[in-house]
Structure formats: C-alpha cells, structure tokens
C-alpha cells in the first residue's frame, strides 16, 4: 500500500554511522530530524520544516520501502539499490551523493594468483578450472545480482555463486571459495585475507544517496513539500562547493568579468560599485581566480565561506520532476 500524499516519507538509517551522518546532512541544510519519543521511537519529524514524516528502519527496508512506493525518499547505498532492485533505474531516481558511506563492490583472487590481473585472465583460470577439476570455480558473495551481471557484461560464464552469510573475505582460505565479489573501502581487510581486487575489478563506486521513489503517491501537497526541502539542500550544498571573492579593482570591465566566468566559472555577486568586485566561484577554483585577480591589477583578494545560496532554479527538485512528468 503506497503512502498518502500527506505527509513526504522520508526513509534512514535507524542505528550507527550511517544515521549519524544521514542526521548531519540534512542538519547542515537546517534541517533537524526528531526521533519521536526517543531512540526506540522508529517514527520522527524534521523540526524546522511540516509535512514531514521520518522512518527510521535498516538499510535493507528503506530499498524495500522506496521499491515499494511506501516511502518518498531515503538515504541509502547506491551498492544496495542496484542489488536488491531489478531495473532500478525505472523506480527510483539518485538525486544527490551524499559524502558518506563510500565502498566498492569488488571483485577479489587470491593474491597467489599471480598471473591473474583482469577478468579476461579470470575467464581462462574458470575454463581451465572446470577442464581440470570438472566442476565450476566458485565466487563467494552477498552480491548475487551485481555479480551475475558484471560477470556476464566481462564474458566470464564458468563459475557459479556462493552465497555468503558471514565474512565473505574468509571464503578462500577457508576452503568455501575461489575467489570473492565483496564490498570494500580500504582494501586493508582483503589485503589481510591474501586477497587482491583485479585491475578492472571494481563493479561499483558506492556511496549513499538521497534516493526518490518513483512509484510513490506524488500528489501536489506532497511534491511542494519536497520542493522545499530540496530547495535548502540544494543551497547548502551551492554555497559548500562555492566560495565569495571580493576584491578592489578600479580598471575592471566587461570583458573582464567575461574572462572571468569563461575560465574560473566566477559570476558577478552585485553590480561594480566604485571598483569593488563582488564575485562567486567554484572552491576549486578559488585560487587560481584570485592569482588572475592580482595579475589584472588587484592589490588585495579575500574569499569568505557562504551558508547558504538559494536560488530561482532548483536543480534537484527539477531532477525529480523530469523523472515524475
């Protein structure tokens, strides 16, 4: 049973890290979550925004719930979408990476295997494997789908899956398994298990998103609610990833406020006011427009932080709404 169009459901993690850093993210947007009656309250609310409702459950039923339609957004793994759901494109939409939560999904031989470098190095070990033993080489994993699909786009086809319940890394020297598909962020755990990621073995770059499900009840209530509460996480994150560059600069014209933006993607804050230049740029870019700055004849450049940039076009409520038509 898909949710009412009051309130927006939002789905997170309800223990650990991973509530942790869900809870920060949107607390740097303004955004408060409020657990109920306390830690064993499973129901909550962001504080500074109505219409609003929190499901705090575990990774595995916040895919259920966005697969479903039960909930309207949740945080979660990009890994766990793509290997619970079939044709998970056409349900939900990634609106935005989160920042946390990063991990591949791997592809992981013995480290013995010295001359297995690549899968296609993989596809000749299976074929002799099998041509030898007379029984397929076996790949440990939680990640049957993401395995069966990957194996099959890289033409290795003599293998069949384990699967894993406990520590997948095990599997080869315990004698369960030749070689593993397992999640890492180091690599620090394989390398202990003698195990190494193939050149070309990594399935996915995994990272939590803020994921919308597409099969949700949108009606109009409902999608201004998210309008709002896409437009402060969307002026949090421009203002992180943007920097304000003053600077005095009497001789400044309007081919140079052009060169500007063509090179350093700065925009003018505020119209020229007595040779004072008010500009927007890019973090990344901070530095490299400051020394320009100074080479056109700057004597000073300072660049302050900024909270929030809020703005007419709301790129990830736009990204929904293309999705939802």
Partial sequence: MTVSSSP????????????????????????????????????????????VEIAFVSAAEIVALLAAGNAHMGVTGEDLLRESISAVDTKVELLAPLGFGHANVVVAVPQAWIDVKTMADLEDVAAAFR???????RVATKYVSLTRRFFAEQHVTDYRIVESLGATE?????????????????????????????????ILRSEANLVASLSADWAAPTRETARI????????????????????????????????EATYAAHRRRPTTDG????????????????WLIAQGAENVTVAALDYVFSAT???????LARLG
């Fill in 229 to 260: 509460l896409l437009s402060r996480i969307a002026a949090e994150e421009a203002a992180r990833t943007t920097r304000e560059v003053a600077t005095y600069l009497p001789s400044a014209t309007a081919d140079l406020f052009m060169k500007a």
């Fill in 8 to 51: 927006l459901v939002i789905a997170v993690p309800s223990k650990g890290r991973l509530q942790e850093n869900a809870a920060a993210f949107f607390a740097r947007a303004g955004l408060t979550l409020v657990q109920g009656r306390g830690v064993r309250d499973y129901r909550g609310r962001i504080a500074e925004l109505d219409g």
């Fill in 314 to 320: 709301n790129p990830l409520y736009e990204k929904l």
């Fill in 170 to 202: 095990g599997a080869p020297a315990a004698g369960g398994a030749e070689l593993i598909v397992d999640i890492t962020t180091t690599g620090a755990t394989l390398a202990a298990n003698a195990l190494k990621v193939l050149d070309d073995g990594v």
């Fill in 131 to 137: 041509a030898r033993r007379g029984t397929r080489m």
């Fill in 276 to 291: 004072s230049i008010v500009l927007t740029c890019p973090t990344n870019k901070v530095a490299a427009l400051a020394d």
